[in-house]
């Protein structure tokens, strides 16, 4: 069964220090998702992207962070200058369409900001 | 952004037993999700409702979107030990894109 895999699966970085967070979504998949999971917390919509751009994103998706789809394959999260705060599960998902019922969660990187 | 609240927070059950979970909100929503969530994992999708008063269910599991589109509940019956997990509820807002996620109902299954 095909899946979502993200890169790496735990990251610890220094406050201030720039990450990216790489996803791999399905091949045949058009919609790309990044949410947030502080620890023992609900999952938080970031951003979602479609056609080479950003389609919709939350409040939490401020000028730290970006999104780009640097090749066909790759999704990527970057967050410029990471902050204590920024310490979570990262989620990338990918959708055939805007039906949400396609839409495939990846295993997530936990970042860790020291 | 939108709270949805889900009750209970936590459940610790007997196998065999059935479970009733629920989740509600100040907002109308016009499509709600329920996710399961096993330790270090994504969260899994289980069931989507997009009607007020839809009923769906998947296996043992049931799903129904409230009438008042402001709550949904999700019910297991007959719980065996895998399905111990944290379960979330989603709600997509009237003319929305963004999925709002509840607070979680953390479920602990004793063989």
């Known amino acids: 069964e095909p899946e979502v895999t993200q890169t790496p699966s735990h990251q610890v970085t220094q406050m201030g220090q720039e990450v990216i967070l790489r996803c791999v979504p399905i091949?045949?998949?058009?919609?790309f998702y990044w949410y947030r999971q502080i620890l023992g917390q609900k999952v938080e919509f970031l951003v979602s992207?479609?056609?080479?751009?950003?389609?919709?994103k939350s409040e939490i998706f401020d000028d730290q962070f970006s999104v780009e789809r640097p090749d066909g394959s790759n999704f990527t999260l970057k967050i410029r200058s990471t902050k204590l705060e920024d310490s979570a599960m990262y989620f990338c998902?990918?959708?055939?369409?805007?039906?949400?019922?396609?839409?495939?969660f990846g295993p997530g990187t936990r970042l860790l900001v020291l | 952004g939108q709270q949805l609240n889900q009750s209970p927070q936590s459940m610790f059950i007997q196998e065999g037993e059935d479970v009733s979970m629920n989740c509600t909100s100040s907002?109308?929503?016009?499509?709600w999700l329920w996710y399961k969530q096993d330790p270090g994992e994504g969260p899994v999708l289980l069931i989507a409702?997009?009607?007020?008063?839809e009923l769906t269910s998947n296996g043992r599991l049931t799903a129904q979107f409230g009438i008042t589109r402001k709550d949904s509940f999700l019910n297991i019956s007959a719980s065996i030990p895998s399905d111990v997990g944290i379960y979330f509820c989603a709600g997509r807002l009237i003319g929305g894109n963004q999925f709002y996620f509840g607070t979680g109902t953390s479920l602990t299954v004793i063989p």
């Open positions: 992207f479609y056609n080479n751009e950003i389609s919709e």
């Open positions: 998902a990918s959708s055939q369409t805007t039906v949400v019922e396609t839409q495939y």
């Open positions: 091949s045949n998949h058009l919609y």
């Open positions: 907002s109308i929503f016009n499509t």
């Open positions: 409702l997009y009607k007020a008063g």
